[in-house]
């Protein structure tokens, strides 16, 4: 862990974020969601939810107006322990009690069913504390018999390049010196998933694998959630033999694709606001014996 963190610098690329996509508030606007201020800011993100802000604008505008209303010292007042779980002591909603389907005001439901692809991403990434909370937040991924048989490499600056190569090697390119191949480039972050699935009399490697498959989608929700953009990208190479060995990869193990992240370009994030895409029609996934 000290290696994973030391190896970038931490906080570099969420600093930069806030400033550039997220206006003034910075790591701020964090403290305020949790210094026990999370009562009177969920009500504001579901305030900004029915204007018709998406969920990380929604969440970062009910931040800066909760900061704004406290006084210096009564959120601290309010406690802001912590659990061995590692989440804060402060209560959430209460998920056993059913509530109102309703995909706009509910923020989850909102943010599932509002979660887009980003195929071309900006340069600024979440740091590695901030990919280490994300997948503290997905590792509640349904797992039968809690094998955890999936893992997420993380490959950044030119470990991307070695990517490259491993898939030219694979598929026969012979390039000119100096050219590179540009796929892996379309990120400065990719986040490879490893489907890790281990022998278990009553666990067979399907199920495994739909964990890892699980983890993926939910480590998708959760960048979304949090204002990142990401595209989950696979591709007919990525278990070939020079792509299997970059990774280290042992038999038994699939690698399910890379999630290539970044910043939303301004240019996604005005689309996103007022997109209408038709999200299809429920029927066909539902159905009785
Ligand atoms: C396991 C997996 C692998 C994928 N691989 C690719 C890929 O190699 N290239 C691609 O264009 N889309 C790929 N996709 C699809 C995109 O991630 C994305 O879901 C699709 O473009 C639809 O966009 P949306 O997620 O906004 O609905 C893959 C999806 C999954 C789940």
């Not at 994300?134 to 809690?146: E, F, Q, W």
């Amino acid at each position: 862990m000290g290696e994973l963190m030391g190896g970038h610098k931490k906080g570099k690329h969420k600093d930069k974020k806030h400033k550039k996509s997220k206006g003034s508030t910075g790591k701020d606007t964090d403290r305020a969601y949790d210094d026990g201020a999370c009562q009177v800011t969920k009500e504001r993100v579901r305030a900004h939810f029915l204007d018709g802000n998406t969920g990380p604008w929604a969440k970062n505008l009910a931040a800066e107006e909760a900061k704004n209303a406290q006084p210096a010292g009564a959120a601290a007042a309010a406690g802001n322990g912590s659990s061995e779980s590692g989440l804060p002591t402060r209560r959430g909603p209460d998920y056993s009690v059913p509530s109102s389907i309703d995909l706009v005001a509910d923020p989850v439901l909102h943010a599932l069913s509002t979660r887009r692809s980003i195929s071309k991403v900006d340069p600024e990434t979440p740091n590695d504390a901030d990919l280490l909370e994300l997948i503290r937040s997905i590792s509640s991924v349904a797992d039968h018999k809690g094998l955890r048989p999936w893992r997420f490499l993380i490959i950044r600056g030119d470990d991307r390049h070695r990517l490259g190569e491993a898939l030219d090697e694979a598929g026969g390119v012979r390039r000119k010196p100096g050219e590179v191949n540009q796929k892996p480039l379309r990120a400065e972050l990719l986040l490879a998933l490893v489907a890790s699935p281990t022998k278990h009399e009553k666990v067979p490697e399907w199920e495994q694998h739909a964990t890892a498959a699980g983890a993926g989608h939910l480590l998708e929700l959760a960048l979304w959630q949090a204002g990142w953009g990401v595209m989950w990208r696979s591709g007919t190479l990525a278990n070939s033999e020079p792509v299997r060995r970059l990774h280290r990869l042992k038999d038994s193990e699939l690698l399910m694709g890379w999630f290539y992240i970044g910043a939303v370009p301004e240019r996604y994030r005005q689309r996103l606001a007022t997109s209408t895409r038709p999200l299809p029609s429920p029927e066909q996934f539902l159905d009785t014996l």
